[in-house]
């Protein structure tokens, strides 16, 4: 059954078709496929589940007259169904006409069939033009009529019941001309209080159940939909002539420096005033592309020469932390210490020059002191 399912479901996919008015019509549909009947369970009397009835494949054939009001349909179906049996197993004696059989198992010659005629309500989602899917249900009448006879015997039961019954639908269908659609539906069909009496009188209660996979064939009454033809208008003025381009954005200039930071005497972290001449810095690198960055730390000469170059080293590492804090890549930056070699205002030795105590930084390739 799955591949009848697959195949089914991959035929209806392939179909194509123009345009169909499907909405506020008339149709017809023909329904055919194969049928499975879940076991057939009786209560005998008292004796509860006394007889199991096991079913072959069977079939399952349809005729509808319907009204399509677009979303929904109102359908009115008319059904025969129609299964053998397998086997019969019951915990009870089982009756015929002319042999009285022990509870247990037997090859069943017989069979079971159903007349119903129902009320359905569909839901339809999808374009009318395209693969359209349904579900819906439907409750009304459904005669079923049984017979079954033993290897042992010649009939257990031969009789029929009419009641209520209900059902459930959902498939697909997919145009195949203007008016013709194909599809494929499943069906649960269950019929519902079934009582049966056998040869000796005894009542058999339970219900019927089946399982249908149904091709469909429906044809539509509505006429495909007129697409009225548009009257000409004339054509459109031309469009405006295009507004002037602006004016190229102004060219980002790129400020190389020097930025000049200085510190406090003999100390190498950043000031207030240096982070403001630092942040300056940073802005303006972002201006200057991938340009390299170079440190030139200065002191006065308060100090030892020597001392003065190590201070010069700390302070250029200050500047350094500060920048690549802020986004400039480490990579970029060299530094050189001078110390009190090169001093901004010239002193004598001792002098505490602020001016000279000092991180120059400039941009650029082959930017330096």
Sequence with gaps: MRKLVIGMAMASTALASPALARDGQWYVELDGGVMIVEDLEFDVGAVENGVSIDSDYGADFGGIVGYDFGAFRLEAEASYKEADFDSIVSTTTLASRTVAAPAGTYVTDGDVNVLSFMLNGMFDFGPDDGLQGFIGGGAGVARVDTNAGIQVGSTAFDDSDTGLAWQLLAGVRAPLTDNMDVGIKYRMFTAEDVGLVDTLGRDFDGKLRSHSLLGTFTFNFGAPEVVPVPAPVAPPPPPPPPPPPPPPAPVVQCNTGP???????????????????????????????????????????????????????????????????????????????????????PTADGVREPQNRRVEITYGPGSGM
């Design 259 to 345: 930025y000049i930071v200085f510190f406090d005497w003999d100390r190498s972290d950043i000031t207030a005033e240096a982070a403001t001449v630092l942040d300056n810095a940073v802005s303006s690198y972002r201006n200057c592309g991938n340009a390299s960055v170079m440190l030139a730390g200065h002191t006065d000469r308060s100090g030892s020469a020597q001392y003065n170059m190590g201070l010069a080293q700390r302070r250029n590492a200050s500047v350094r932390d500060y920048l690549t804090g802020r986004g400039v890549p480490g990579g970029r930056i060299s530094s050189e210490a001078f110390g009190e070699s090169q001093p901004r205002v």
